[in-house]
């Protein structure tokens, strides 16, 4: 069954504005992933967060992760019509080679 | 640099009829996937290889088996296509399992009638 579950399913916001995601999980994790999926296309990685750091920047994107309530947030700062994408949470766990466990996504649409 | 390339990018196949789907990575990498992504489910892996020579189940491996043929080359074959496998499928590979990043494919359309 699927480990992630990003919250909201779906986001529409205005250029400009900025938009927050969410990632719950079950199991305990060596890392947490982000990905974005343009309409038709394959994934793309985003930002990599180890499960002993709390909070990671890469450009207008910002991801924060807290173990202990088993919760991932993925902030994108002024947004852009081409941030409209679909994005996921994946989770590689402890144990072993395991391969990463996708949710579900959320699609944001960003309004020009 | 190509990535991971898969073909074909569409196929269209009756009820019964079977099909391979090929996948190519050219970055030396070690592990590759199957993953399979239907409306509403996000992504869900069908099988995995962790390592050449080596392959597992994952989540939804019914009606499909695979063959890690070699470091780069990772197929995935339908014996008897159903309807219930219409779907998009996405083949990645990462260097080594999990804890590092994973890089997609541009994901094959297939469509059983």
């Known amino acids: 069954s699927q480990q992630g579950e990003e919250d909201p399913q779906a986001l529409s916001i205005q250029e400009g504005e900025n938009a927050t995601m969410n990632c719950s999980y079950k199991?305990?994790?060596?890392?947490l992933q982000w990905y974005r999926q343009n309409s038709g296309r394959g994934l793309v990685h985003l930002i990599l967060?180890?499960?002993?750091?709390r909070e990671k920047h890469s450009g207008r994107l910002r991801v924060t992760l807290d173990t202990s309530k088993k919760s991932s947030s993925l902030l994108i700062t002024a947004s852009r019509a081409a941030d409209t994408a679909s994005y996921f949470c994946a989770t590689a766990s402890n144990s072993g080679n395991t391969p990463l466990v996708f949710g579900k996504g959320t699609r944001l649409s960003v309004i020009a | 640099n190509a990535g991971v390339t898969q073909t074909p990018k569409f196929q269209v196949l009756k009820t019964g009829q079977s099909m391979t789907l090929q996948c190519a990575q050219d970055?030396?990498?070690?592990?590759m996937y199957w993953y399979r992504q239907d409306p509403g489910m996000g992504l869900r892996l069908i099988y995995y290889?962790?390592?050449?020579?080596?392959?597992d189940k994952g989540e939804v491996p019914n009606g499909y088996n695979v063959s890690r043929l070699n470091k780069r080359e990772f197929s995935l074959r339908l014996e008897s296509a159903a309807p219930s496998q219409t779907s998009v499928y996405f083949c990645a590979s990462s260097l080594q399992g999990a804890p590092t990043e994973a890089f997609f494919g541009q994901g094959t359309r297939l469509t059983v009638v």
């Open positions: 970055m030396n990498h070690n592990s």
């Open positions: 290889s962790a390592s050449e020579g080596t392959t």
């Open positions: 967060i180890r499960s002993n750091e």
């Open positions: 199991t305990s994790i060596n890392n």
